[in-house]
């Protein structure tokens, strides 16, 4: 089977991006908005001889990812029949596209479960190991919202449920913080300010999408907002270089770096060099998403600048938390 990568999602708050659909005519139809889970990218792939399971960057391999053991099974039970349903449609592979989340629920009520992986810290959803589907990619094009969630039912996976249909515009309007509703939708009793971390807006207005033609964007609470003002003075670089690297330090936050943090399963006191990776990784994809080229036409002075700037911003960060880190309390 061949992976393919799953495009990363742009964020409600860059103008730019916005602007850039309502030209290109891709805000019009009907939208739908979902809760985002704060988990690990996870997906489950099938071509009617094998199934396997990615991340974000290609299939797993044993022990390069969280244990997913306790969940795999039942996965792909569910995704073989989901393959079933649609190779007679004449698809000839499946990967359906979720989260792992959970692992972790300080509720009074329930019972810790020490033999899986914690996910996430800060929202709480399950204190055992959970996968929530959110899209499925039939060959080469992913099936709308409404199709996606009557297969997911059909089947039996838990799934991302729609909170709001509507225009492109209300949905931009709706609400980004509220309690998460996935205890509830998991039979488990509610906990005090357990904010969830955003919401999800999705184009929904045809059966089968191509990667261009459909709309996925993120609108992050507050809370876990990834970014923050930054604005700087560099004596020795233009007002645009200025701009481009307030804009790159912007990216480096904590909320930024526990998402890091979540996609990898073991955090030890070796792990500086990873973390570094993986967040200015992060950082520079965020910032690309926007100002690639602006970036791109700066000096090689300037590009070099901000490279340096950027990477002594990530150092400081992950140096001023890891001890916490390294004790999973970050």
């Not at 300080?106 to 399950?126: A, F, G, N, W």
């Not at 039939?138 to 996976?157: C, M, T, Y």
């Not at 971390?197 to 191509?210: A, H, L, Q, Y």
């Not at 791109?296 to 880190?325: G, P, V, Y």
């Amino acid at each position: 089977m061949e992976f393919k990568h799953y495009k990363s999602i742009q964020n409600t708050s860059s103008q730019k991006y916005i602007n850039k659909l309502v030209t290109q005519r891709r805000t019009s139809g009907s939208f739908i908005v979902q809760e985002k889970i704060h988990g690990a990218n996870f997906s489950l792939w099938c071509d009617g001889k094998e199934v396997k399971y990615g991340r974000r960057k290609g299939f797993t391999e044993k022990g390069d990812f969280y244990d997913y053991s306790a969940i795999q099974q039942d996965c792909q039970e569910k995704v073989t029949r989901l393959y079933n349903i649609l190779q007679e449609k004449g698809i000839t592979q499946v990967a359906v596209f979720g989260e792992l989340f959970g692992g972790f629920y300080p509720h009074p009520s329930t019972t810790e479960d020490k033999e899986v992986p914690i996910i996430q810290q800060k929202i709480y959803y399950s204190p055992h190991l959970q996968f929530c589907a959110f899209d499925i990619l039939a060959d080469e094009q992913f099936i709308s919202v409404r199709e996606s969630n009557k297969l997911f039912a059909e089947v039996g996976f838990f799934y991302a449920k729609t909170l709001f249909s509507g225009s492109f515009e209300e949905c931009m309007k709706y609400p980004n913080f509220f309690p998460t509703t996935i205890p509830a939708s998991l039979g488990l009793p509610e906990m005090e300010d357990n904010i969830c971390e955003g919401v999800i807006i999705r184009s929904d207005d045809r059966s089968f999408f191509s990667t261009f033609q459909r709309v996925v964007l993120k609108n992050k609470n507050e809370r876990w907002e990834e970014k923050k003002i930054v604005k700087v003075d560099e004596v020795d670089l233009s007002e645009e270089a200025n701009t481009l690297l307030g804009e790159l330090l912007s990216c480096v936050t904590a909320n930024r770096l526990r998402n890091v943090i979540s996609k990898i399963e073991q955090i030890s006191e070796n792990s500086f060099g990873t973390l570094m990776k993986e967040l200015s990784r992060d950082v520079w994809d965020e910032f690309n998403k926007t100002y690639q080229l602006d970036f791109e036409k700066l000096d090689k002075f300037s590009q070099k600048k901000l490279r340096k700037q950027t990477n002594t911003a990530c150092a400081a960060l992950i140096t001023e938390n890891f001890t916490d880190i390294v004790a999973n309390k970050f």
